[in-house]
């Protein structure tokens, strides 16, 4: 089991400048970091990955489709294709940088809606956008980890049982799911009990404070979420994710009007420890 922050309380675009905050982020315990891939070339993400291997930090990597030009479900199939474009182009970074993991919601443009539910067209275009990528992934080293978001942020999926029938849809073994504890705090009627039921589908875990600050400073039952992780025998990542109000445009999406911890280090500092030793308590 590996403990990872990420850098999207930094950056949307991870570089050379971040070298302080990732030397901090080693030095409070981390064995990695998680990286947002949203832009960029692919040399530039090969460089990260040296730069990290320098530093003794492992990686993740993590992504959204953010514009409607890109867009799995959409009616345009220009729209599918760009998404399916980017998707490769995801893959091919994730593995220039060193990632094993790409997650994120690889299903649908976040924020968009229509005002209804998934159709079965949109989620037979959303499983195929998957299915297309999933060898080349696979080929890559790669796991794709689609995340289930709450019901404000998208509609595909909202819930962990909604991401393991996508999952069994798609059918390929180098897909599945990012359980995040923030959006299973909204949507689900009981999150222990959804681990236990779909663990199966479980590939990347994100440990998140029900508020978007620090774990472990918030009421979500890290004891009990974690034991529910070892009865399913998950040993992948625990990535602590987190938001402050240091980018705007970032802040203004996730919606951060006010400060959750006083200094974006602590969540390295106190959650890393947090997560390490509840994990190892839980046993």
Not at 1 to 22: F, I, S, Y
Not at 47 to 68: N, W
Not at 220 to 228: E, I, K, L, P, Q
């Given at each position: 089991m590996n403990v990872g922050v990420n850098m999207l309380l930094w950056a949307t675009r991870v570089t050379r400048e971040h070298v302080a905050a990732l030397q901090a982020i080693k030095a409070a315990g981390a064995d990695g970091v998680e990286i947002p891939i949203m832009e960029?070339?692919?040399?530039?993400?090969?460089?990260?990955?040296?730069?990290?291997?320098?530093?003794?930090l492992k990686r993740?990597?993590?992504?959204?489709?953010?514009?409607?030009?890109?867009?799995?479900?959409s009616d345009d199939p220009k729209r599918r294709q760009a998404a399916v474009d980017n998707l490769k182009w995801l893959i091919e970074c994730a593995h220039a940088l060193g990632a094993p993991v790409i997650c994120g919601p690889m299903y649908q443009t976040i924020g968009a809606f229509t005002?209804?539910?998934?159709?079965?067209?949109?989620?037979?275009r959303a499983a195929e956008a998957l299915r297309s990528v999933a060898p080349l992934a696979c080929q890559a080293g790669v796991t794709l980890a689609m995340e289930p978001l709450n019901r404000f942020e998208c509609y595909m999926l909202n819930t962990l049982s909604d991401g393991a029938a996508l999952t069994d849809r798609i059918g390929h073994p180098n897909v599945g799911i990012l359980f995040d504890?923030?959006?299973?705090?909204?949507?689900?009627?009981?999150?222990?009990?959804?681990?236990?039921?779909?663990?199966?589908?479980?590939?990347?875990?994100?440990?998140?404070?029900?508020?978007?600050?620090?774990?472990?400073?918030?009421?979500?039952?890290?004891?009990g979420t974690f034991r529910a992780l070892h009865g399913i025998g998950y040993d992948g990542w625990l990535v602590i994710e987190a938001f402050g109000r240091a980018l705007p445009g970032l802040a203004a999406a996730t919606k951060i009007w006010r400060d959750l911890f006083a200094d974006a280090l602590d969540v390295a500092r106190v959650g890393v420890p947090f997560a390490r030793e509840t994990w190892e308590r839980t046993l």
């Amino acid at each position: 089991m590996n403990v990872g922050v990420n850098m999207l309380l930094w950056a949307t675009r991870v570089t050379r400048e971040h070298v302080a905050a990732l030397q901090a982020i080693k030095a409070a315990g981390a064995d990695g970091v998680e990286i947002p891939i949203m832009e960029g070339e692919v040399a530039a993400y090969r460089e990260l990955g040296k730069l990290l291997d320098e530093l003794g930090l492992k990686r993740t990597s993590s992504m959204a489709f953010v514009t409607p030009e890109v867009n799995p479900v959409s009616d345009d199939p220009k729209r599918r294709q760009a998404a399916v474009d980017n998707l490769k182009w995801l893959i091919e970074c994730a593995h220039a940088l060193g990632a094993p993991v790409i997650c994120g919601p690889m299903y649908q443009t976040i924020g968009a809606f229509t005002g209804n539910g998934p159709t079965e067209t949109e989620l037979e275009r959303a499983a195929e956008a998957l299915r297309s990528v999933a060898p080349l992934a696979c080929q890559a080293g790669v796991t794709l980890a689609m995340e289930p978001l709450n019901r404000f942020e998208c509609y595909m999926l909202n819930t962990l049982s909604d991401g393991a029938a996508l999952t069994d849809r798609i059918g390929h073994p180098n897909v599945g799911i990012l359980f995040d504890t923030f959006h299973a705090n909204i949507e689900e009627k009981d999150p222990i009990g959804a681990i236990r039921r779909h663990g199966r589908v479980i590939k990347h875990f994100h440990c998140s404070a029900n508020d978007r600050g620090i774990p472990g400073q918030d009421h979500v039952d890290w004891a009990g979420t974690f034991r529910a992780l070892h009865g399913i025998g998950y040993d992948g990542w625990l990535v602590i994710e987190a938001f402050g109000r240091a980018l705007p445009g970032l802040a203004a999406a996730t919606k951060i009007w006010r400060d959750l911890f006083a200094d974006a280090l602590d969540v390295a500092r106190v959650g890393v420890p947090f997560a390490r030793e509840t994990w190892e308590r839980t046993l």
